[in-house]
């Protein structure tokens, strides 16, 4: 079923006064955080910043240029070894496209709101944050999000039902499952002892519970933010890969349409992009037998009935807090690894090929020493997967869970 959310377009702001707030966001910008960039770019740059009010159809041309650079250069080689100053000219360029285009734009319309949008979730994905104004970006993203959530109507949406499920036959041992356990008896019998385990009412106070259900509240707070779906059941296969596209052509295409591809919101950084999502969401405390400061790793799951992530290991620790539908999980224990056929390819060898689900004996004839443990994982509940634990994820219905990941 595809769901029309837009309704009637109602009374936009002016576009001076929408202007002047998202000029006003620029007050800590400094050039000095892009010093290596070519003197040409980084003078056009700060020429444009200096007085945004007098940016013309010309000064796009050069944005863009800029851009497309930055593009070219972030792209060579390895993510990991991109220099920040690339990816913080990105996010100040994305800033100036967005002024341009909302100041030569006619009037504040929906379809300005979108591409704005576009706009700036390109920078927030490809650029970083600026050291004197990290939230640059966020804040604008903030601001016309607003403006168009109070400017039109969404129409009610619910996620399609899906009949309750129950635990199938699987040859494997139940998780255990405990009711809210005292930080001690946590860290002493499940962090220390690297033993997983099912945690109950200990998110029950979350507003993400009951405000997710509803595709309405996730189309107005986040509907017109582009996000990298994966497209494809699972990461493994051939003809796997990404695609940009907002969170509303997601819900659209491939929450509410069961005969296209698969399409899954996986292991993304949505809190980060869309922090008003954050305010329904609380860090549980057992985050907090960490062996360093890193901050936690956050994560957004979001997809529909079939989604799977094949059976692999994460280096950290993990509690998958389900919020919305059932997802069925198996764990191994790390000392069953050889059991489990892991890929010989380096990019893939903490994924096993084994699927727990019908192994194929034949195939995989050490699976049958292999001693696999098996949950539905509930709205509500807490799942802990220590570090290195095998673990196998399908979605039995529409689905959002949220992953913690510390070490």
């Known amino acids: 079923m595809r769901c029309s959310t837009i309704g009637t377009e109602n009374t936009m ?20 955080e892009i010093q290596e960039l070519s003197l040409a770019c980084r003078a056009t740059l700060k020429d444009l910043l200096h007085d945004t009010k007098a940016i013309e159809k010309s000064d796009v041309i050069q944005i863009q240029a800029i851009l497309d650079y930055m593009h070219e250069q972030i792209n060579i080689g390895n993510w990991r070894d991109v220099k920040p100053f690339l990816r913080r000219t990105i996010t100040i360029a994305s800033y100036l496209k967005l002024l341009a285009h909302i100041k030569l734009s006619d009037a504040l319309t929906e379809n300005v709101l979108r591409d704005s949008l576009k706009i700036i979730d390109h920078g927030i994905i490809f650029g970083c944050p600026l050291e004197k104004e990290p939230k640059l970006l966020h804040n604008c993203a903030s601001y016309l999000n607003e403006i168009f959530a109070q400017s039109h109507t969404i129409k009610p949406i619910q996620l399609p039902s899906s009949p309750k499920t129950s635990v199938k036959e699987y040859n494997a041992t139940p998780l255990e499952i405990l009711d809210r356990p005292s930080m001690e008896h946590f860290l002493t019998n499940y962090i220390l002892a690297e033993k997983p385990v099912i945690l109950v009412n200990c998110i029950s106070h979350w507003p993400a519970l009951k405000k997710w259900q509803d595709q309405t509240y996730l189309i ?28 509303e052509e997601f819900i659209n295409n491939h929450i509410y349409n069961s005969n296209g591809s698969t399409g ?56 998958l807090a389900q919020v919305v539908g059932e997802k069925q999980i198996f764990l191994f224990s790390p000392e069953d690894s050889e059991f489990l056929y892991p890929h010989e390819h380096e990019l893939l060898s903490n994924t096993a090929r084994v699927d727990p689900r019908k192994p194929n004996l034949e195939s995989y004839p050490k699976y049958k020493d292999a001693k696999p443990y098996y949950c539905i994982l509930r709205p509500g509940q807490l799942l802990y997967i220590p570090p290195k634990w095998w673990h196998f994820v399908e979605s039995l219905s529409v689905s959002f869970s949220v992953s913690f990941w510390w070490t």
């Open 13 to 32: 702001p002016p576009l001076t006064d929408v202007l002047q707030k998202l000029d006003d966001f620029k007050v800590n910008i400094s050039i000095t």
């Open 220 to 247: 107005k707070l986040a509907g017109l933010r582009t996000v990298a779906i994966e497209i494809g059941r699972e990461y493994t296969e051939t003809d796997w890969t990404q695609k940009l596209m907002t969170v």
């Open 264 to 319: 899954y919101l996986a292991q993304y950084q949505l809190f980060d992009q869309v922090p008003e999502l954050k305010n329904d969401i609380t860090e549980p405390e057992y985050c907090c037998f960490s062996d360093d400061n890193d901050p936690v790793d956050i994560m957004a799951w979001y997809g529909p009935k079939g989604t799977v992530s094949p059976l692999h290991h994460d280096p950290k620790r993990n509690l």
